[in-house]
């Protein structure tokens, strides 16, 4: 008989990874995955223990707890004090950013809050290195979904957060998401942040931090502020006087379907004022709701993207009208996020190919275009044609209509309208010829899963 010899298949020498890897993927992973991964092999076990593993630290409503039994409730996920002591002295001074998911149990997360303080307070050491605190309220609560129930962070929680912000000296980011405070409590939201970090925080995000018109005045005494993330109801008058002092670069103004409709924009001399004390400033529009809402127009302001994320709001001829009355001198960014919901009709005269023509001719600084809804080939290869400073041009391939339905315009020359006619034929010259008129090598329609993935290079500064 012929031995068969068994060979096994090579899977890569994983034991043999460098450190420097292995610690950039275990800082993506949660600590119980961590823990697994360490029992791989010794080297994998070593790098358990290095500092860039915990550089990221998330908490959520399973995060050292064990499971406890109640009456009322059934079982429960109840903080676990002791693993939390033996976590903090083990990997706290390791932690630079510090994550605090919504989190239904407002109990284990007050706990957790107050031995952070505690330990730091005592000089253990723990904290020191926090450079960025994300928290996040889960303000709508209801069964149900009904945005009119909102509820709003206060109390002993709101103490924990003030004393937890009050004690971070390396803190260069902060986001505080949708809090929805009372007029009172956002008023000394951050006087402790001021004291100590008025000079060192670079990025603050401060959405919904109350649930009515509440100017904040904070934003302001931070000198050396870079980004500022911060919701229609919380701007005024006077902070836009303090932040024309500072060294603002980026004011993204986000309004989501907690952000109350009734809002009254700033005045056009005031942002007149704005931009003469501080010519640097962009200004960065943004919606994001699953309902369809309206933007809240800053006319003065000197707008650089307008983005929408949401399924439900179409880019129709008024917002694009709007959008080159009132930016079409400073606009460098345009265009809708997420896929759309809602019905596209295929006949040019009700599509909004002529109105996308225009923004591209009116506005000549604009370098990134995101086009969801149905448009021909024909209306892409002007985009390209008349969008001189166009970079990126980010185009559904599902929406897209293989055809050129555009009449002779007086303009065109008799070639020119040839070539638009015989490139609009076929998927693949298009592609070609949107690659040479944007100077690019390659350039590619979107798939929907690609589109869904983009993040405009703007954004950079808030979603680092």
Known sequence: MIRKEKFKKYKGDWNNLPDLLLENIFSYLNARDKYNASMTCRSWYSVFHLSYSWHTFIFDDTTLTRRKFNYYSGWQYMLDHLRVQYCLQSIGSYIKVLVFKPASNFYNLYEFMNMISFYAEHGQNVGSKISTLHYTFPCNMATSHDESVLYGTGGKLLEALKRLMGILPSLRRLELIDLMLENIDAQTLLDQVCYYCCTTLSTLVLINT?????????PGAFVNLQVLVI?????GSDLMLLLSQTTLRHLHIVQNRYTPIDIEPIHPIDWRHFTKANPWLRV?????SVRERQILWQAGAPVSSVIYKSPNIRMSADIINKVVELYSKSLNTFGHLDLPKFYQPSSFNERIDTKLIDLCRSCNK??????REKISTCTLLLLAHYGHSLKYL???RNAVILRCD????????????????????SYQIVEEQVANCLGLEKWNLLSDKEFKQISPQLYSYYYK
Not at 210 to 218: E, G, I, P, S
């Open 284 to 288: 960065h529009l943004r919606v994001e």
């Open 406 to 425: 555009w009449k002779h315009l007086s303009e065109w020359s008799e070639e020119f309208y040839r070539w638009l006619k015989k490139s609009s034929m």
């Open 210 to 218: 109350t649930k009515q018109l509440c100017q904040l005045l904070h």
């Open 394 to 396: 980010y185009v559904r």
């Open 231 to 235: 919701s229609p109801q919380n701007l």
């Open 366 to 371: 604009m370098d990134t275009l995101m086009v």
